[in-house]
Structures are given as structure tokens and as C-alpha cells.
């Protein structure tokens, strides 16, 4: 993989800081996702940030499961979270659960309440958001706030053994009812929940919050640089409390960056999953989705992904970015390195007269003339030929240089053809066309006779490969954003369209993920997921052209 150094950024300003004064020898992020989903493009910023910040200092990156939620955590998503980190080329270092310390954050809550740092509360849920005060005015102190010590470690180690039920009691830290961040007016540190987690089974019936959790697990992990999204920031006080009044070893300190969000664009696990659920999409992997598996299907490529998320860069205040920046980066990486090919996607039948029938021959075309090292390929050409619907136009307005009746257009690495006859059916619709060709305007021999103004693709008929296409747009239309509560009314109707048309018959060895570009169509990429012996399926990733300009 390509290792640029990763443009300047607040972030990385820390870290050669503390480099130089020798707070830290050696940096080591982490990627803490919660496996409760798919990985989305917005985790891949936070991917590439720890990722590429490490590798640049020589320094190490975790890969950690935040799963302190036994409610939501499935192994299946722990899966595909490893395959998508390893997909978008990056190794970690090591590999944690946060659950594999949960014995030690158990510890570390005793040694709270041995401090007085630490209580149990057995006010409801309801009881202590209602006490909890507001931005103006303090919060009321629970009366359990003062149970000694000893009660408050018999209580804690009860709650351990299952002697209470759900909701029964928390555990609560003891800070400060009256600080003007909410987070600080003693919040809960352990809840009971009688839930069978995916990775430690039965063993707990106690689950630590998120807030303490996470220091914690990067204190025992030796995080130094702890990076996270901007509403947490607020959450900072909290987990600076944590890891002072913890006294691990381990001091790691956390920063803050923008979240990724995009036009267009769902990004967030509980809309995604919803999605899901309600069958809106096909699944996970579904191509119009934002994840890391449906772009991949889809065909978007590592490359592309990792050089977008770089290009946005890590800022400190919250933006949307244009979807379509994105698809600037693929046709980017794709350029080069994808064979260019014909596709016809709405076929339309041309008989060439005058070509003897039982006759072929094979014509050289480049596949990529951006990039001649990838050589030449044999097309067939024959008597029956299939062009693109709207290429012709029976009727058409001025200034259409494509087929229409008496005229004459080029075939692409074949020869000019004219049309003369429309065929059509009983009812009217158009079956076929009949043209001529001059076999003197063979491309890549020096015919100056004439020049044409159009130039169209096309796919011989007798060996064209049937392939379906699937054309995509946006899923999410413009102008709505994510917090809105309805987006699912917001869908787009029109986000998938499936063609049945033709490739080139060398088609016939491409495999799953293989991408091309279909000349005048765009880049196309073969799916893993639907395509079968006898008939290839594409995606198309991009079309050709954007108005994005970069
Ligand atoms: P979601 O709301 O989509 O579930 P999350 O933040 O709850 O996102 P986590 O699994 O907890 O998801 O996230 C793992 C890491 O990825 C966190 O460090 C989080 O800050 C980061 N992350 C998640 N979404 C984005 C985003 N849109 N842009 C940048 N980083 C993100
Ligand atoms: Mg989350």
C-alpha cells in the first residue's frame, strides 16, 4: 500500500509534540468499533486517521470490539468488521475485546467505591434523569449518594452475582451533582442486565457504560492517542475522571475530530440496520448502501476510499461532503487500471446487408488507450450486430449525429455504417435496423474519404454475451438530512435500475469484482453476489463524467 504521509492536521501536531518532549516513546491508536453493525464510510475515516497516524510514527494500532452492550453485539458483525478493516489494507496490531477486561473494570469500580468515589443507586432510570438537572439549574444528589463503603461493596458484588433484577440498581460515580457538564453529575458506571453477551456468555450480569468502559480499555490496551468524534467532546472531563481517579498505569488522552457525513447519505448504523430490516435494501452488502461491504461490492475500490477520506481531512468543526467527491476518486483509481469494453445496455438489432452472410473477422481495439502497456484485444465483427436503443432516433432533432435514417456513423474499432431501412413490428415498435457498411473505412487503416461526426459501440450478435447491468442512484434524495425523522419516506424510488443487454464475449472469463469501463457508460464492476455461469451481472460504480470538480 501507498504510505503518504498524512496531511498536516491538529491531530498529528500532538503527536509529534509529544514525540519531541518525550511524554511518549511510541504512539498507539486504536479502532474501537461497537459491534452492533455493518462498518460504514464514515468509520473508514476513523480507519484511515488511527491507521495512517501510526504508521507514519511507527507506531502501533489496535483493532478493538467495544461491545458493552450485550443487547445489540452479533459475532456475525465482529466478522465482517475484521474483513472490512483488512480490506481496506490495513493490519492491526493487535486485537481486543473491550469485554476480555471486563474483570479488571470490575476491579477498578472497587477500588472506586473503596475511594468513596463510587456508589450504588437504586433510584430508577426515570428517577435519576429527572434529578439529573439541566443546563441551568444543578442536579439533586441521590439519597443513596452517602452509603458507606462497606454497604456499597456488598451491594456492588451482589448485583455481580444476580441477586437484583434489571434496572434495580447502578452503580453510580461520585463527582459532582452541581458541574456545569451534565456527564459529570454522577453518572452510571455499571447497569444489570440479565443478557447473554456474544463473547463472555452468562459470566456477567453487570455491564459497564460506554463512558467509563472505553478509558479504561484504552488505558489497559496502552493507547496513547484515543480518537474519537466531536459529540464527544463533552464527554472528555469524564474520561480524563476515569483514568485519573482509576489510577491506571496508562494515561491515555482523547481527541476529537469531525464525523464524516456526505450528501445522499445515511450513516449511522441503527438507520442502516433499519434498511436492512425492512427490506428496503438487499441486504448489508447492498450496493447503494454507504457501507464498507456494499461499496466494495458495488466496486468501489480500497484505493479510492482511503484517498477520499484522506482528501477530506480531519477538521474540527462538522460539514457534509458532496457524494460525488467520492466517485472523483474512483474513476481516479480506475482510469489506469480498468479495461475498457463494450457494453450494450439497451440492445437494438443492426443487419449490415451488404456483409456476407456466414463471414466474420476480428478487429483489434485497445483496452485502455490512456494506458497502452495494456495491450490490444481481438473483437469479432459480423453480419448482425447489436447498437444501443438511443442511438438512433427515427425522427431526430438537429444537430443528432448518431444513426438515423440516411446517415452514417462510425462504429467504434469497425468501419462506418449507414442507416437505410427501419424494421418495426405491428405495433409499431422498432425490432431491427438494416445498414450497410463500406469496408474501406476499416478502423486503424488510413481512410480519408469522409469523416462522420458520431461514434457509436456496439457488440456483435452471434457471440455477445447476455449480461444484466444495474444502474444505481442515490438511495436517499437530495435535500433531506440523516436527523430528519421520516428519511425513510426520503427514499428514492428510482435507485436501481436493471438492464438486460450484451458484452463482448471475452467477457465471459470476468470475475466477480473484475471492473471495466464500458465504453460512453461508465465503470462497472462484475457482482459477486448475483452473477452466475451463463450470465455475468455488473454494477456500475461510476459514469463517466461528474460536474464535481476537486
Ligand atoms: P454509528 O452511529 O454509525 O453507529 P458509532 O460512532 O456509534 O457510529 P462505533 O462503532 O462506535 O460507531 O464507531 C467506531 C469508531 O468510528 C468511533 O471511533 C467513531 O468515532 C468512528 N466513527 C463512526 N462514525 C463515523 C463518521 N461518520 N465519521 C468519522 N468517524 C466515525
Ligand atoms: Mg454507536
Not at 476491579?107 to 443546563?135: M, P, W
Not at 466477480?512 to 450470465?535: A, C, I, L, M
Request: aromatic share 10%; charged share 30%.
Amino acid at each position: 500500500m501507498e504510505n503518504k504521509p498524512t496531511q498536516s492536521n491538529y491531530i498529528k501536531n500532538i503527536i509529534v509534540e509529544d514525540l519531541k518532549t518525550g511524554k511518549h516513546r511510541e504512539i498507539v491508536t486504536r479502532f474501537p468499533p461497537e459491534p452492533n453493525g455493518y462498518l460504514h464510510i464514515g468509520h473508514a475515516k476513523s480507519i484511515v486517521l488511527n491507521f495512517d497516524l501510526a504508521d507514519e510514527f511507527n507506531g502501533r494500532t489496535n483493532l478493538r470490539f467495544d461491545d458493552t452492550n450485550p443487547l445489540k453485539e452479533e459475532t456475525e458483525y465482529v466478522e465482517s468488521i475484521k474483513e472490512d478493516v483488512k480490506w481496506l489494507g490495513y493490519e492491526w496490531d493487535s486485537l481486543f475485546f473491550g469485554s476480555d477486561f471486563f474483570e479488571e473494570m470490575y476491579n477498578k469500580a472497587v477500588l472506586l467505591i473503596k475511594k468513596g468515589k463510587a456508589y450504588v443507586c437504586d433510584l430508577s432510570a426515570e428517577e435519576i434523569r429527572t434529578t439529573r438537572g439541566t443546563l441551568k439549574e444543578p442536579g439533586k444528589e441521590s439519597p443513596y449518594r452517602n452509603r458507606p463503603v462497606e454497604e456499597n461493596l456488598d451491594l456492588f458484588e451482589r448485583m455481580r452475582r444476580g441477586e437484583f433484577k434489571d434496572g434495580e440498581k447502578v452503580l453510580r460515580a461520585k463527582i459532582d451533582m452541581a458541574s456545569p457538564n451534565l456527564n459529570m453529575r454522577d453518572p452510571v458506571i455499571y447497569r444489570i442486565a440479565h443478557a447473554a453477551h456474544h463473547n463472555t456468555g452468562d459470566k456477567w450480569c453487570i455491564y459497564p457504560m460506554y463512558d467509563y468502559a472505553h478509558p479504561l480499555e484504552d488505558a489497559f490496551e496502552g493507547v496513547t492517542h484515543s480518537i474519537c468524534t466531536l459529540e464527544f467532546e463533552d464527554h472528555r472531563p469524564l474520561y480524563d475522571w476515569v483514568i485519573e481517579e482509576c489510577e491506571t498505569e496508562c494515561e491515555p488522552h482523547q481527541y476529537e475530530f469531525a464525523r464524516l457525513d456526505m450528501t445522499n447519505t445515511v450513516m449511522s448504523k441503527r438507520k442502516l440496520k433499519l434498511l436492512v430490516d425492512e427490506k428496503i435494501v438487499d441486504g448489508w452488502d447492498d450496493p447503494r448502501l454507504p457501507t464498507i461491504s456494499g461499496l466494495r461490492r458495488r466496486g468501489y475500490t480500497p484505493e479510492a476510499i482511503r484517498n477520499f477520506v484522506r482528501e477530506i481531512g480531519v477538521a474540527k468543526s462538522n460539514s457534509i461532503v458532496d457524494a460525488r467527491m467520492l466517485d472523483h476518486f474512483v474513476r481516479e483509481d480506475l482510469k489506469m487500471k480498468a479495461p475498457r469494453t463494450m457494453a450494450v445496455l439497451r440492445p437494438l438489432k443492426v443487419v449490415i446487408t451488404n456483409y456476407p452472410e456466414g463471414q466474420a473477422e476480428w478487429l483489434d481495439a485497445e483496452n485502455n488507450p490512456e494506458n497502452p502497456e495494456m495491450g490490444l484485444r481481438k473483437i469479432p465483427f459480423s453480419r448482425e450486430i447489436y447498437v444501443e436503443q438511443d442511438d438512433f432516433m427515427e425522427d431526430p432533432p438537429k444537430k443528432y449525429f448518431r444513426l438515423f435514417p440516411g446517415n452514417e456513423v462510425r462504429l467504434k474499432h469497425a468501419y462506418f455504417i449507414k442507416c437505410n431501412e427501419v424494421i418495426k413490428d405491428r405495433d409499431g415498435n422498432i425490432t431491427e435496423l438494416h445498414c450497410t457498411y463500406d469496408p474501406e473505412t476499416k478502423s486503424g487503416t488510413d481512410f480519408t474519404g469522409r469523416k462522420v461526426k458520431g461514434t457509436i459501440h456496439w457488440v456483435d450478435a452471434g457471440n455477445a454475451v447476455p449480461a444484466e447491468f444495474r444502474l444505481y442512484e442515490p438511495l436517499i434524495l437530495d435535500g433531506e438530512k440523516e436527523e430528519s425523522a421520516g428519511f425513510l419516506d426520503n427514499i428514492n424510488p428510482n435507485s436501481l435500475e436493471i438492464l438486460q443487454g450484451f458484452v463482448e464475449p471475452a467477457m465471459r472469463e470476468a470475475k466477480p469484482q473484475d471492473k471495466f469501463q464500458f465504453f460512453r457508460h461508465g465503470y462497472f464492476s462484475v457482482d459477486p453476489q448475483k452473477t452466475t455461469g451463463e450470465k455475468p451481472v455488473f454494477n456500475r460504480i461510476v459514469s463517466l463524467k461528474s460536474s464535481f470538480k476537486i
